[in-house]
């Protein structure tokens, strides 16, 4: 199962269940009952999506499973806080084979050197998360990390992905 939190359109999820066509099911979660709504619509021909209105750390808690893949894309976890963050990665710690992927926003001016905790950042005063840390305080090992510089005036995108076997 593959799950996208904050899938918004559903555009990433619905290219990604084309792309990989072994996995057996997809799961978007967005806050917006009405985007999930429209999703519903708007991919029905696509038997292996599902669409759900929840929150997605709260949904991943009360529905996860082994063998899951967890993404986020393009700003998501940038909207909850250290603790919360914390809290999900520990829930995804007691399910097997479970891979998170997130592709998050860092601010440019954020050093995690001087200061490894989450940061707010930009005019929307969300935060720049210390992903590498997180993963490895809650048992996470990674796998993969980079830097895309440039993406924004006030953030860097930060790929990250991590496994717990």
Request: proline share 2%.
């Amino acid at each position: 199962t593959m799950i996208e939190i904050g899938t918004g359109n559903g555009e990433v999820l619905e290219y990604l269940s084309r792309q990989f066509p072994q996995i057996e099911k997809f799961v978007g979660i967005d806050l917006s009952a009405d985007q999930i709504e429209f999703n519903t619509k708007k991919y029905q021909q696509y038997h292996k999506l599902n669409f759900v209105a929840a929150d997605g750390a709260e949904w991943i808690r009360k529905n996860g499973t082994d063998n899951m893949i967890v993404f986020t894309s393009g700003g998501v976890l940038e909207y909850f806080t250290q603790q919360q963050l914390k809290c999900l990665f520990k829930s995804l710690k007691h399910l097997k084979n479970t891979i998170f992927i997130a592709i998050e926003p860092i601010g440019v001016d954020v050093d995690f050197t001087k200061n490894p905790n989450s940061q707010p950042y930009g005019i929307e005063r969300s935060f720049s998360h210390n992903y590498t840390q997180l993963f490895e305080d809650t048992g996470f090992s990674l796998w993969y990390q980079s830097l895309i510089e440039g993406v924004q005036k006030e953030a860097d995108f930060g790929v990250f992905g991590a496994i717990n076997l």
